[in-house]
């Protein structure tokens, strides 16, 4: 039988088992650096790297810190005002969807396959009662129905506090 890493030296049955007594010795240092594990002489020189490291190294230098720059964090003071006043212009176009709500109901599938054109669904809310107004599918107010020009629009009547919001989502 010969070595793989060594194809011209024949291996004997002396060197076998003088391996195996190597391996039987309870001095044997337990590194696990066989050619058959690479894994583990890898991990083997890893602990060497790191002791050596943790020697030569032993009062590490902590980074130097930097003190923040005024552009990063700005400073507490009453101009502060303004810089919010600006913080607010930037959210100034994000569109929103805002939703007016006639009323509600609910319909069995039968009810709903029977509709055809010309069909009355009575809703839950009543006439001159104000309407919801959402937005992002949030009540925030409630107005009535207005015509200008033959077109509907929406007069606010209240502005829904978070209290009666939360009476509004129980209904």
């Known amino acids: 039988m010969t070595d793989p890493n060594k194809p011209d030296q024949k291996v004997s049955d002396d060197d076998w088992a003088d391996a195996m007594s190597e391996q039987d010795e309870p001095n044997v240092s337990t590194d696990n650096t066989s050619d058959d594990d690479p894994w583990a002489a890898a991990m083997a020189e890893q602990e060497a790297a790191e002791q050596t490291d943790s020697e030569a190294d032993l009062e590490p230098e902590a980074p130097a810190a930097k003190p923040a720059s005024d552009e990063i964090f700005r400073p507490l003071s009453p101009e502060s005002g303004t810089a919010q006043s600006r913080d607010l212009e930037m959210i100034m176009d994000i569109p929103v969807k ?37 937005i992002n599918g949030y ?14 629009g929406i007069r606010i009547t209240e502005i829904i506090t978070p209290s009666e919001r939360i009476h509004k989502l129980n209904r």
Not at 139 to 152: N, T
């Open 139 to 152: 009540l925030i107010a409630q107005g009535e129905v207005v015509v200008v020009e033959d077109k509907y």
């Open 98 to 134: 805002l939703t007016v709500e006639l009323g509600r109901t609910k319909l069995t599938i039968k009810q709903l396959l029977e509709l055809a054109q010309g069909s009355v669904i009575e809703l839950e809310g009543l006439a001159g009662e104000p309407m919801d107004i959402l």
